[in-house]
């Protein structure tokens, strides 16, 4: 069984910085191309960042392009999200997931495994 943890989350107020973890229990983590979506209260779970199918090349959505860095270590099966430059409108529960297919890295249907969450509050 696979599981994903996430951790890191926190408050912080706007400008500063968080480092989210992301680890992988029960199955290789290079088995995986993985991402990180994030939830703000009312509305629909988005992507945010991925790795691309083969692990070489990243993809970050436009809200996060500049100020998010999507990074993992293989020999510690974890993935992190580095984000800089935080803003109010970044709160959300931000999730780590795992890809099993080589669909689209931005679409959340092609995730099968999800980790439980970790909240991201900026205050302004």
């Known amino acids: 069984q696979v599981q994903l943890v996430e951790s890191g989350g926190g408050l912080v107020q706007a400008g500063g910085s968080l480092r989210l973890s992301c680890v992988v229990f029960?199955?290789?983590?290079?088995?995986?191309?993985m991402g990180w979506f994030r939830q703000a209260p009312g509305k629909e779970r988005e992507f945010v960042a991925a790795f691309s199918w083969s692990g070489s090349s990243t993809y970050y959505a436009d809200s996060v392009k500049g100020r998010f860095t999507i990074s993992k270590d293989n020999a510690k099966n974890t993935m992190y999200l580095q984000m800089s430059s935080l803003k109010p409108e970044d709160t959300a529960v931000y999730y780590c997931?795992?890809?099993?297919?080589?669909?689209?890295?931005?679409?959340?249907?092609?995730?099968?495994?999800w980790g439980q969450g970790t909240q991201v509050t900026v205050s302004s």
């Open positions: 029960g199955r290789t983590f290079s088995s995986y191309a």
């Open positions: 997931a795992a890809r099993t297919n080589p669909g689209s890295a931005s679409q959340r249907n092609n995730y099968a495994y």
